[in-house]
């Protein structure tokens, strides 16, 4: 068992599946933090590393302290590549034409600065690993949700106090589950 955030883990799931026994990571976010802290998805906890786990965890407590994922461009704007050498294979298709690659015009310097600003400006908005809720931040947020839609009285909110099922379904005969979970002190 391998212990993350006070849950214990079981250590013969792959790690994208280990980690959906943390309440409100499911298979894709658990992909995305597992691509994020370049942990392997088919990995078994047992093989990561003391480091991968304290950064498992760092970034599972607290992940809007974690630090931004850096910009690493791929090639630069004006890359245009050579098909003569044997590193990159040729355009399949009919048109083999290098000359009509080569006439491609490079953008303006003007739009690729005003596209490096607006990403720079944009860092921390487009990672949207920042902003996820795990555990006890979760289930607080469900509880005061629920507390919320009691207190303005919504429609919600009563199906909530009387114990009944909130997203329309049926009540004749399946509000059992309902009955039973969703009261005021439900645990998210």
């Known amino acids: 068992m391998v212990y993350i955030m006070g849950v214990a883990l079981s250590d013969a799931y792959p790690a994208k599946i280990a980690l ?5 990571i499911g298979r894709t976010l658990a992909r995305r933090i597992c691509a994020r802290l370049q942990i392997h998805e088919n990995a078994p906890l047992t093989s990561l590393t003391p480091q991968q786990t304290t950064a498992l965890t760092a970034f599972l407590s607290a992940p809007a ?5 850096p910009k690493l461009p791929l090639a630069s704007p004006h890359f245009r590549p050579n098909f003569h ?12 034409n290098t000359n009509a690659i080569k006439a491609i015009p490079p953008k303006s310097e003007t739009s690729l600065a005003a596209r490096a600003q607006n990403e720079q400006q ?31 009285n919504t429609y919600i909110g009563r199906r909530h106090a009387m114990g009944l099922p909130v997203r329309g379904q049926r009540t004749n005969s399946n509000a059992k589950t309902a009955r039973r979970l969703n009261k005021l002190e439900r645990r998210g």
Do not use: C, Q
């Open 122 to 152: 944009s860092v921390g908005l487009g990672d949207r690993l920042r902003n996820i809720k795990v555990e006890t931040d979760l289930r607080r947020a469900v509880r005061e949700n629920i507390m919320h839609h009691r207190l303005v």
């Open 85 to 96: 050498t044997n590193l990159v294979a040729p355009p399949t298709g009919k048109a083999t």
């Open 65 to 69: 302290n974690a630090p931004l994922l």
């Open 20 to 24: 959906t026994g943390i309440y409100g």
